[in-house]
């Protein structure tokens, strides 16, 4: 309520106009403008984007707050390995442009879903704020890559500085955190660590076969893996949590 900057006053000012728009459609008149704006009805970002998505049902809803948003991250995943299987196939403009971009969005998208677990934001308003800059950021580098130039050094520094920051976020968490499957946490930072230094200091392939690009792809197979033992982990304990907190 007060981030969105409603007070009493303006709450009033809506409900009155609500309820006389109401009145005039059954008196079958037109709709009017209040205070110089026509009268529309109060939705919230989420509700407007995502209104017209298939809901859970109520009964089927998890407690754990974070599916929604793990289910988000599993589709664009998902994208990601298809576009890179079928570059590293198929090695055209097209293709590369298509594996770049999804790795991009699959990069940005982790590291808002990583800000939001860690910091703990659960309430709308709040991941609002820690989305909408990532998103504008991360769609601005898609099209200066797509539309500009594909700069890799450029696109390099941009995903090492984000995936710094995932990490960092990450690591601190796991430190602090009293989290049964912390140790999982651990691993996969380090091993994210490593995996990101074998792509920053690229290295012609050995004999031919393996470049540290390949090693990189090997490594994240059972990285992979071990992150989303992870989720479900994290799932069970906040909804064994929740309902230890509720009884
Ligand atoms: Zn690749």
């Not at 006053?9 to 109401?22: G, H």
């Not at 209040?34 to 939705?43: A, N």
């Not at 859970?56 to 664009?76: C, D, F, M, S, V």
């Not at 790795?103 to 982790?110: D, I, K, N, W």
Request: include cysteine; charged fraction near 20%; hydrophobic fraction near 45%.
């Amino acid at each position: 309520m007060q981030l969105k900057q409603q007070n009493c006053m303006s709450d009033c000012r809506y409900y009155c106009m609500i309820r006389r728009e109401e009145e005039r459609q059954l008196g079958g008149l037109s709709p009017v403008k209040y205070h110089g704006k026509w009268p529309f009805k109060r939705v919230s970002v989420f509700q407007a984007c995502f209104g017209l998505l298939p809901r859970r049902p109520q009964t089927k809803r998890t407690y754990y707050e974070y599916t929604g948003l793990w289910h988000i991250y599993a589709i664009l995943s998902l994208n990601a390995w298809f576009w890179s299987t079928i570059f590293h196939t198929r090695d055209i403009d097209l293709t590369e442009k298509l594996d770049y971009s999804s790795a991009v969005a699959q990069l940005g998208y982790s590291l808002i879903l990583t800000l939001l677990r860690t910091f703990n934001v659960k309430d709308e308003a709040g991941r609002v704020m820690f989305a909408a800059p990532i998103l504008a950021f991360v769609t601005t580098h898609i099209l200066y890559l797509n539309f500009y130039e594909l700069d890799y050094g450029w696109n390099m520094k941009v995903c090492v500085a984000m995936g710094l920051v995932h990490i960092a976020a990450w690591a601190v968490w796991s430190v602090v955190t009293h989290h049964p499957s912390r140790y999982k946490v651990w691993i996969v930072v380090f091993g994210g660590a490593l995996a990101m230094l074998l792509e920053v200091y690229d290295s012609p392939p050995y004999k031919g076969y393996a470049d540290a690009h390949s090693l990189w792809h090997a490594s994240t197979i059972p990285l992979t893996y071990l992150w989303w033992t992870f989720v479900r982990d994290d799932a069970e304990f906040r909804t064994s949590t929740l309902v230890k907190k509720a009884k």
